[in-house]
């Protein structure tokens, strides 16, 4: 069990790709504490965690408010104990060409993908200097923040920010031995995207940038989240680790 006694924390965790991550670190031994909108979602979450044998705690929270977020990491930290792993998880991605492309849809996308995952690290790393402690934050970014994609302008320009916001607080954090790294995955089958997945069209056309052949599935980031999570990637920091079938090695 490579994260016995760690405390992890999973934002978005109440559906999707966060609900695989965190059955993958709960299968490792974490504590696991969901976060979500949906405090519904993160409570089947961990009613799958505990079901497995594992350990978890729903949370409800707006994780785009830098109040609600401190007083989550504070309740955390009551309940639970000091957070070990964090993985910032939450995000959207609204399909809107770019000239169609509001301000709304672009502040929306910036808050949840990006405002979140600043604040959320900076509380947690934070907390972590503050007792000395070394820790790992894993960080949801996507293959639209390595190459540009049609009626995701606004999120590819956020995901790629959330890959550079990896890279410059892994610089800043390392002398705490905090590790900060990211995730990147391709098209993954989550709620978010099951009426494009289940869509022939669209299907055979995300198959056809697909090496491996198939769409992802949440468990796909489970074995990544726990190497970036854990000791075993202690020499890691400032990376991401592309998980999309091959799409973007052509
Ligand atoms: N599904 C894919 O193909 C894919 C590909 C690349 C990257 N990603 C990324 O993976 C992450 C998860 O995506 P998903 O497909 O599982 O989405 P999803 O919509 O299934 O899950 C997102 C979860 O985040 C929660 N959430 C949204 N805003 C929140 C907020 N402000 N505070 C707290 N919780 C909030 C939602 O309630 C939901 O439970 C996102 O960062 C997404 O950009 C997904």
Redesign the pocket.
Same mark, same amino acid.
């Given at each position: 069990m490579r994260l016995k006694g760690k405390v992890a924390v999973v934002?978005?965790g109440?559906?999707?790709?966060?609900r695989g991550i965190s059955l993958g670190l709960a299968r490792e031994g974490a504590m696991v504490a969901v %976060?979500?909108?949906?405090l519904t979602?993160a409570q089947e979450t961990c009613r799958l965690i505990r079901r497995a044998g594992g350990k978890a705690q729903a949370y409800q929270?707006? /994780?785009?408010a830098k109040d609600a977020v401190q007083a989550l990491f504070q309740q955390i930290k009551t309940e639970l104990g000091e957070v070990d792993v964090l993985v910032n998880? /939450?995000? /959207?991605?609204l399909f809107s060409p770019f000239l169609e492309t509001t301000e709304e849809t672009w502040q929306i996308t910036v808050d /949840?993908?990006l405002k979140?995952t600043f604040l959320c690290t900076q509380t947690v790393a934070a907390a972590m200097i503050a007792r000395g402690h070394k820790g790992s934050i894993v960080n949801?970014?996507?293959?639209?923040g390595f190459i540009g994609m049609r009626g995701l302008a606004h999120y590819a320009a956020v995901?790629a920010g959330v890959i550079l916001l990896t890279k410059s607080a892994a610089l800043e954090l390392a002398p705490h031995g905090i590790r900060v790294n990211a995730i990147?995955? #391709?098209?993954?089958h989550? %709620?978010?995207?099951h009426g494009r997945v289940t869509d022939p069209d669209r299907l055979k056309l995300y198959l056809s940038n697909i090496p491996l052949g198939r769409v #992802?599935d %949440?468990e796909d980031l489970a074995g990544a989240a726990v190497y970036l999570g854990s000791e075993e990637s202690s020499y890691a920091t400032g990376t991401v680790i592309t998980l999309d079938g091959g799409w973007i090695a052509q």
């Open positions: 934002t978005g109440g559906s999707g790709n966060g %976060p979500d909108l949906n979602g929270a707006d /994780v785009t998880n /939450v995000g /959207v991605a /949840v993908n979140s949801i970014a996507s293959i639209a995901k990147a995955p #391709g098209i993954i989550t %709620p978010a995207t #992802g %949440p």
